[in-house]
């Protein structure tokens, strides 16, 4: 408890934070969650600290564990809503669209602007808390259960599982230079606990072709990952959809009706899907109405080396900004207008 009620007065105090955290925990909601706990151990202390802690967090909330999202409503809602701009926690039952139909295929024929093409989602055991409530034992039992899953793929799936714990130099090089392995860099995460156990029933899974990936522990228990050189965005969502549907038969993954697919950050609920292309678009990039440009086609820029970075050399990380609220296919066809929208300008400048 004392920790808790340290927590608060760190948020409560400053005055500065944006963060949705400081807007939406107030005296009012603190009093009414401050001795709640979920059946996984779960208490709000484990879903503010990482905001508490870095009071410049855009967000600064982490669900303790999947039954947080019911528990500790009071604070989780207000933040969901905020910031995926909806006005009601609802979401649509699971829609990945006709895939022998898509209507769309390589979003750049040319192959001039995109250089490649990635869809992740990200999934969580239904009977895992998440990193706050887990333990060392947890981690390791959970990384058996996925591992024995991802080592049951087949056909172009198929593939080998690293754990991050005992990687020899090699590999790791190797990884590293792919751009396939995660660390423990992030300091948002690592104040929710994301980074406890370190590296323990951490790993990466990935296909023979390298365009299949699957995380495991990183942000989330699972990380789905497909991607490839080029913008043929329907073989790449195709073979993410493929490798769900497999994963699907043998575990369990947290969903609820009104808010999809449960992960670890509130960010990422709903689809928790997030569809990018790294593309080359020097002249759209510089234009002064660049951001106005992807706020009206909901799409997010982000840097090439990830999330909080900068673009090099005209090269933009676009993807989808909305994944709840929306199907997985409606999610997809956002995207897909927006960059095609991008290239047309792109083009014409
Ligand atoms: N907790 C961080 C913040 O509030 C990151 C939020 C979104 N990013 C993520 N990887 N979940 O700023």
């Not at 198929?158 to 990884?175: F, H, R, S």
């Amino acid at each position: 408890m004392a920790d808790l009620a340290e927590l608060w007065e760190k948020v409560s105090s400053n005055k500065d934070s944006k963060s949705l955290l400081k807007k939406h925990l107030t005296k009012e909601v603190y009093e009414k969650l401050k001795d709640k706990k979920t059946k996984f151990g779960g208490t709000l202390a484990d879903c503010i600290r990482s905001g508490a802690k870095n009071l410049d967090s855009g967000v600064g909330v982490y669900a303790s564990d999947p039954e947080a999202y019911t528990v500790f409503q009071d604070l989780l809602g207000p933040v969901i809503l905020d910031y995926h701009k909806i006005t009601e926690l609802k979401h649509p039952a699971c829609d990945f669209g006709d895939l022998s139909n898509l209507g769309f295929g390589d979003l750049d024929p040319s192959g001039d602007l995109i250089v490649s093409t990635r869809v992740r989602v990200g999934r969580s055991h239904a009977s895992f808390g998440f990193p706050p409530t887990l333990n060392k034992e947890q981690r390791v039992e959970m990384q058996r259960v996925t591992q024995g899953a991802l080592e049951g793929l087949t056909g172009e799936l198929k593939g080998k599982y690293y754990p991050l714990e005992g990687m020899t130099p090699d590999v790791q090089k190797q990884l590293t230079e792919d751009h396939f392995l995660f660390n423990d860099s992030d300091r948002f995460l690592k104040a929710a606990s994301g980074y406890d156990d370190w590296p323990t029933g951490r790993g990466i899974f990935f296909n023979d072709n390298k365009t299949f990936l699957v995380w495991v522990n990183e942000e989330d228990h699972i990380r789905i990952i497909s991607m490839q050189k080029g913008g043929d965005l329907a073989a790449v969502y195709k073979r993410l959809v493929g490798g769900i549907k497999e994963l699907e038969k043998k575990l369990e993954f947290a969903r609820l009706p009104n808010l999809g697919y449960l992960t670890f950050c509130p960010s990422n609920l709903g689809t928790t899907l997030r569809a990018s292309v790294h593309i080359k678009i020097p002249k759209v990039a510089k234009k002064p109405e660049f951001k106005e440009i992807c706020d009206k086609l909901n799409l997010q820029a982000r840097g090439i080396h990830g999330e909080h970075t900068e673009s090099v050399g005209g090269v933009y990380d676009i993807s989808n900004k909305r994944r709840m609220g929306l199907s997985e296919i409606e999610a997809i066809q956002e995207m897909r207008k927006g960059v095609e929208e991008i290239i047309k300008l792109e083009k014409a400048a």
